[in-house]
């Protein structure tokens, strides 16, 4: 029979003609999956005695809902082969009973699908249509595969209705677990979590001991307790300051003087365990024959002492405690061994500040000075050819020891040159610029030892009267004596050497003299018979004379 002619020229891209069922026929309506059985559950037997079918043999299993009959009589397809639903749209037929459709499409046969161009195709089931393996949905009536139920599942059982799909509500699958936690792994992860949680607990407890401290040291409240170092041992090395001090210390005495129109305050030391101390004679001057003088040691122990001798000439007197248990006399040292720049340390109570500790170097030595000279006659002046020392000495000093590293007596204090000149009238007491004097101990040694021994010391002398007018350099033998005799005493220790008055003495043992003072400082700086070149000039000559030291009394 004559195929109908299209309405119109067949399309280029293969589109249907108008009239023609087009590939877009409706998709099989959602399939709801039901849960698959656990492996090994034992599936209901088939009803009416039925066998079940061998593997691979298609058949209706016992728990699928049954396959509907086709539409107008049509035979149901055999087990295995998908048929036709009865909801689905009915395939159109060409015109006039059989005909091919357009395009070449073959009829396909009844229950086989066919590969008809708007029908999707069915997929094919291997080994011609085997029961599918558990949990693998199998055929059923829509053309899509049919999940088996489980008797007491939801939708399970033959014939149970099927339920609306919810998207939210599909059971989750596990699709498999994780292995038992070992002891190792719980151990590791607790020493983990104590590990974090002591890291936090201390982070936090630095935080709030931070805060804590910063805001009580802005708000102090309460009271407050400074830290300080612990208590330490008090001994120094002998060589240091500290050292010296307290090996000297306990032979220091401050001497306090009065008498009918004076009073004043002095330094002494401990010469032996007899009781006797080394002074200064214008410390103990004030207390005449009728004062007092009372010595409180370093330990502040007071006792009365009396004056032994003094002697204006050296500055130097010695007095004496009686009673007193546990003196520390001092060593002496030998003034001859100093040297410039040694180190020095002074004891003494100046302005009455007892036990005071100062420290120097010896700044220079042989320095010719003078002190006193109130009186105006001259007898209460001394000649001293000091050391001279810049550790501080102060108005009190005067009579206190100057030691040296070892804590050895080498000077005794004496003078200070200050730049306020307290014999001026109204002129206040002088303070230390660092110019201070100590007559050597070598001299105060040999002048305490004639005190103690004899209560008065005896002077070296050359037997001369000096012309203290006398402005030019060196000390001139005056032309006249005091009372109008000859300037050189008869057989005195000059008159043997053959001076002359007139003569300049320039040199003593070839050192410069360039006044009278400093002549007279040389010679007591000796003993008696002790021996002296001397270097004078006469009528222009230089001539070098040898005498031998004559001894006059302190008187």
Do not use: C
């Not at 085997?130 to 599942?153: D, F, L, R, Y």
């Not at 090996?247 to 129109?261: E, I, K, Q, R």
């Amino acid at each position: 029979m004559e195929r109908p002619r299209p309405l119109h020229d067949p399309d280029p891209y293969s589109t249907p003609p108008y009239g023609e069922p087009g590939p877009w026929a409706p998709a099989p309506p959602v399939q709801h999956p039901a849960a698959t059985p656990a492996h090994g559950t034992q599936l209901p037997q088939p009803p009416h005695g039925g066998t079940t079918p061998p593997h691979g043999t298609p058949g209706p299993a016992p728990h699928l809902p049954q396959q509907p009959q086709p539409l107008h009589g049509g035979a149901t397809p055999p087990h295995g082969t998908p048929g036709s639903g009865p909801h689905l749209p009915q395939q159109p037929q060409p015109p006039h009973g059989g005909a091919t459709p357009p395009h070449g499409g073959a009829t396909p046969s009844h229950g086989t699908p066919g590969s008809g161009p708007h029908l999707p195709q069915q997929s094919q089931q291997p080994h011609g249509g085997a029961t599918p393996p558990h949990g693998t949905p199998g055929p059923g009536p829509h053309g899509a595969s049919q999940a088996m139920s489980v008797p007491g599942q939801p939708g399970g059982g033959q014939g149970a209705p099927r339920q609306a799909y919810d998207p939210w509500n599909v059971p989750l699958q596990q699709v498999g677990s994780l292995p038992p936690e070992t002891r190792e792994k719980r151990e590791k992860r607790g020493r983990r979590v104590l590990f974090i949680g002591v890291a936090v607990i201390a982070l936090l407890s630095g935080l709030i001991g931070g805060a804590t401290g910063a805001y009580l040291e802005r708000n102090g409240t309460g009271d407050v307790e400074l830290r300080q170092a612990d208590a330490e041992s008090a001994d120094r090395p002998k060589g240091s300051v500290a050292g010296i001090a307290s090996a000297t210390l306990p032979g220091v005495v401050t001497l306090h003087v009065s008498g009918d129109s004076a009073q004043g305050t002095g330094t002494g030391f401990v010469l032996d365990g007899k009781g006797h101390i080394l002074t200064n004679n214008h410390v103990v001057e004030p207390a005449g024959t009728g004062g007092e003088v009372s010595v409180t040691f370093s330990g502040g122990e007071t006792a009365k002492a009396e004056v032994v001798g003094r002697d204006s000439g050296y500055d130097l007197a010695v007095v004496k405690v009686r009673g007193v248990r546990g003196l520390k006399p001092l060593p002496l040292g030998n003034s001859e061994n100093v040297q410039v720049g040694d180190a020095v340390v002074a004891i003494g109570a100046p302005f009455d500040l007892e036990n005071t500790v100062t420290s120097g170097i010896i700044s220079a030595k042989e320095r010719p000075i003078t002190a006193g000279g109130e009186k105006g006659d001259g007898s209460d002046i001394s000649y001293v050819d000091a050391l001279q020392t810049d550790a501080p000495i102060n108005p009190g000093n005067s009579g206190g020891p100057l030691v040296d590293s070892k804590a050895r007596v080498i000077g005794i204090n004496s003078a200070i040159r200050s730049a306020d000149d307290s014999s001026e009238p109204g002129g206040g007491q002088a303070g230390s610029i660092g110019l201070g004097f100590a007559i050597p101990i070598n001299q105060g040694k040999r002048v305490a030892e004639e005190l103690i021994n004899f209560g008065k010391a005896t002077h070296p002398v050359i037997g001369v009267t000096l012309d203290t007018e006398y402005n030019g350099d060196g000390a001139r033998i005056a032309d006249k004596g005091r009372n109008g005799g000859s300037s050189v005493n008869e057989n005195g220790p000059g008159d043997k050497a053959g001076l002359k008055p007139g003569d300049v003495i320039t040199e003593v043992d070839g050192r410069a003299v360039h006044s009278s003072d400093e002549l007279i400082v040389k010679v007591r700086a000796h003993r008696p018979k002790d021996r002296l070149r001397l270097t004078v000039e006469r009528d222009g000559d230089d001539r070098e004379v040898t005498l031998v030291l004559g001894s006059a009394s302190s008187g």
